[in-house]
């Protein structure tokens, strides 16, 4: 491609290659490149594709990791749809997702477009509200936060100064998994990035051109900043709301590895876990990953479209 | 690069064999692959479960099997409970468990119907493995189908942990023969006079179930179902229920959130059902005096009991199964190991250690006399190998009791979810 478009600029007088030594020359470049990607290659057949397309197969197989999988049919999915548990596991999912995201995301915005602005110890503040989101997934952050929430703990003793006496929320099935969105809510560096350099983006002359016409800062924010930004907010619902889906290592950690109590945080990937690698029911729990990967696609499907009625992009205004 | 095509070839051909060679490297590694060397010398691999005193004084026992028998290295692997089962039904399922690892009774039936269990008996047949000197039948934990599957290591029977302060101030006595009816009572009372809860949450707790089964000529398990019906369950548990309700019984959040720490130990309540070995641990979490009393019983008789046990296993594959035997020999008998593990998987399993060990502290001391005075009082029951699924099934039990006493489960609708588990855990 890069040799395609760098012909017209040689210079003039040196007579380009003929075309099949072009297409040689290019063939080889493709080898290198390919050369290069071995490594990358041969470990996404090995780790990602093969392990993908055997758990298509278990799907439909009831397999227990001893014994030789065996073909049963849609079975898996059946019994799936007609557990308690799964059912269970689907509405958890559903409430942190349809919690978590969108409180994160204000956040995120929240503070970009205080960050976004010019002051002082700007660099320190933004790294100061990114470091979360690298050491949030840490196992160590789910022992900190299951602390944090405990009985007696920071989060209660606060509480009931304002009168609240919930008696902490990791043992109480109502509350643990509001701590669980809280953690995730903590990790709103990513999105916040994101949202700064989309904020960054936006031509200046817009807000003078309104300051002139007399509109204040929540009318500017409003028909100015969302719309230019949309496209960049459009990348972060998709992208964190596909993360809300597949939320594991917090829900497994801050409840003590069981997703409970009262299968109060069993999400998703925790009832998966469970079936695939404590219940031996591998079958089951690779049809489960499956019906996962396909509500997700859903989801971002609906996103996609949903996105010509809301996202705005500059080339389509012009 | 410039350079003719065979040499590009060539470099391509090379780079994929640097990478496939990678790649290879770390299928060895991930393997473990063989344990002997040129010299003689064979590695075995030891797996249990436990927490930081037993693993620092297996480590010990460890050290001084390789001073005996310089020509068998160990390789200790060890993790909590929940991940040693997990990590081992993986590594069992790629043909890969460790040469030899703690076992329980719930997972004998399992591992034997997939094939991972060595039949210990040829080995003791072979002279490498004596199976003399178990006290009170405790070898029998291990045999199933006529086969000896796992070796005790020590032997345990279920117990009452009390406050002893907190009963004392209420002025109740726990004693051998009492019934279930003069147990509750004894909660109101330490409820009325001391103001905490009686109990953490009994009805949670398989083992004791299982009891109060036996007690009732049933038990939890036959050899391949359950042993009793939704109803039984429903009873149980709505009793249990009811109990949580009028603050007989711990509030079940508190005991939630004061994990890991036990709810007796955090002062929550005032006695718990658990194993008589794992009573020491209350005395380093709890500020008060712990105690161990006898289980309740229905006909001021029978109490259900029975010795359970912690084991060791080897996997039939080894490829050093005569070394294996020498090990777990060694690891039972020994007295010098006796006097290093002290109580720590329960009452030391053979004669040879028992004596060698003498509790000098008042909780170990207090697990002996409470397992000489049950064995005394002649109710030790025999106990059935758990069919396969059985560890799934507890995992359930404890779950839904739980959910019962959070008020999320009504009791009918749990047991029949334990029933509908139980069938497809069965079914794996």
């Known amino acids: 491609m890069t040799l395609v478009k760098e012909a017209p600029v040689r210079p003039a007088g040196k007579r380009s290659a003929p075309p099949a030594a072009g297409r040689r020359g290019r063939r080889r470049e493709n080898l290198a490149g390919y050369l290069f990607m071995s490594p990358w290659l041969a470990g996404f057949l090995l780790l990602t594709a093969g392990p993908m397309i055997a758990s298509l197969y278990y799907a439909f197989t009831s397999y227990n990791l001893f014994t030789p999988p065996k073909w049963v049919g849609l079975d898996n999915f059946t019994t799936m749809f007609q557990d308690p548990r799964w059912q269970k596991s689907v509405e958890v999912t559903l409430k942190y997702v349809v919690v978590a995201t969108p409180l994160k995301l204000l956040l995120a915005l929240g503070v970009a477009l205080l960050l976004a602005q010019k002051r002082r110890g700007q660099g320190l503040y933004r790294a100061a509200f990114y470091m979360p989101s690298l050491i949030g997934a840490s196992v160590s952050v789910g022992f900190v936060w299951r602390a944090l929430f405990s009985d007696d703990a920071i989060v209660d003793r606060t509480q009931k100064v304002f009168g609240l006496d919930v008696g902490g929320w990791i043992g109480n099935p109502d509350y643990v998994l509001y701590a669980l969105v809280a953690l995730s809510i903590w990790q709103f560096g990513a999105p916040m990035v994101i949202f700064l350099a989309g904020l960054k983006q936006v031509p200046q002359e817009l807000y003078e051109a309104a300051e002139v016409d007399g509109a204040g800062p929540l009318r500017r924010f409003w028909n100015i900043t969302l719309p230019m930004i949309s496209p960049v907010l459009f990348f972060n619902v998709l992208l964190e709301s596909i993360h809300a889906f597949q939320v594991f290592g917090s829900a497994y950690v801050v409840s003590d590895t069981r997703c409970g109590p009262a299968d109060a945080t069993l999400v998703y990937t925790c009832y998966l876990y469970q079936k695939g690698f404590k219940e031996a029911q591998m079958g089951f729990a690779s049809a489960m990953a499956w019906t996962l990967v396909i509500a997700v696609a859903l989801v971002t499907a609906v996103l996609f479209w949903s996105q010509k009625k809301w996202v705005h992009y500059e080339e389509a205004a012009k | ?428």
């Open chain 2, 1 to 428: 690069m410039g350079t003719s095509r065979n040499v590009e070839r060539r470099t391509v051909l090379k780079a994929a064999g640097a990478s496939a060679a990678t790649l290879g490297l770390g299928l060895t590694t991930g393997c473990g692959g063989g344990s002997g060397s040129g010299d003689g010398t064979v590695t075995l691999r030891y797996a249990w479960w436990g927490g930081e005193p037993r693993t620092i004084a297996i480590k010990k026992t460890i050290a001084l099997f390789e001073k005996k028998f310089p020509k068998i290295k160990i390789k200790p692997e060890f993790t909590d409970y929940e991940a040693f089962w997990e990590k081992f039904q993986t590594q069992a399922s790629g043909g890969n468990p460790p040469d030899v690892f703690q076992n329980a009774v719930g997972f004998l039936r399992k591992y034997d119907k997939r094939g991972v269990l060595m039949d210990l008996k040829s080995q003791a047949d072979a002279g490498n493995l004596k199976l003399e000197n178990f006290r009170n039948g405790v070898l029998a934990n291990g045999q199933v189908d006529g086969k000896q599957l796992g070796i005790p290591v020590g032997a345990n029977t279920m117990a009452l942990v009390i406050d002893l302060k907190a009963f004392e101030k209420a002025g109740v006595e726990a004693k051998f023969g009492w019934t279930w009816d003069e147990y509750f009572d004894a909660l109101q009372t330490i409820q009325d006079k001391v103001k905490v809860a009686g109990d953490t949450g009994y009805f949670s707790i398989m083992y004791l179930y299982d009891l109060y089964l036996r007690q009732n000529g049933k038990a939890f398990f036959t050899e391949d179902d359950l042993g009793f019906t939704e109803d039984d369950l429903t009873q149980w548990w709505e009793d249990g229920y009811k109990r949580v309700r009028s603050g007989l019984v711990a509030d079940p959040k508190k005991v939630e959130q004061v994990k890991p720490k036990s709810a007796l130990s955090a002062g929550l309540a005032a006695s718990e059902f658990t194993w008589d070995n794992f009573s020491i641990r209350y005395e380093g979490e709890g500020e008060s005096d712990y105690g161990l009393a006898p289980i309740p019983t229905t006909n001021g008789k029978d109490t259900g009991q029975y010795l359970g046990s912690l084991m060791l296993s080897a996997f039939s594959g080894t490829k050093h199964p005569e070394e294996v035997a020498q090990f777990i020999d060694f690891m039972v008998h020994d007295p010098e190991v006796g006097r290093i593990m002290g109580y720590d998987r329960g009452i030391l399993a053979t004669t040879e250690q028992y004596e060698a060990f003498t509790p000098a502290d008042e909780t170990n001391k207090g697990v002996r006399a409470y397992e000489e005075k049950v064995a005394d009082a002649g109710v030790l029951g025999k106990i059935t190998p758990h069919p396969s699924g059985a560890d799934v099934i507890e995992a359930a039990f404890l779950r839904l009791g739980g959910e019962v006493a959070q008020g999320k489960t009504k009791p009918a609708d749990a047991a029949k979810a334990l029933f509908s588990e139980a069938k497809a855990a069965f079914a794996g």
